[in-house]
């Protein structure tokens, strides 16, 4: 009768660390996806800093380039006023 019950209690254990290991397995292989969390607010912030840098930089060489056309237009004027 205890060999019964001692017996019964070691399968039942078995059978629920099998049970435990299989699904923590299956949750680790197919649920990776859906359990794991996303940083919506940063990915957004870095997307937004890109962003601004971008404008920036086109700021910077849209300044450049008229500067330059700037200085070539008051060159010419100059030019054309001086000789007349």
């Known amino acids: 009768m205890l060999s019964y019950i001692i017996i019964n209690i070691i399968v039942s254990i078995i059978i629920v660390m099998i049970i435990h290991y299989v699904w923590n397995s299956i949750q ?8 794991k969390t996303k940083d919506l607010v940063h990915s957004q912030m870095q997307k937004y800093k890109k962003i601004i840098e971008d404008l920036q930089k086109q700021k910077n060489t849209n300044v450049d380039e ?3 056309s700037m200085e070539e237009d008051l060159e010419q004027f100059m030019k054309e006023n001086i000789t007349a």
């Open 66 to 68: 008229n500067t330059i």
């Open 28 to 35: 680790n292989n197919y649920f990776k996806k859906y359990t």
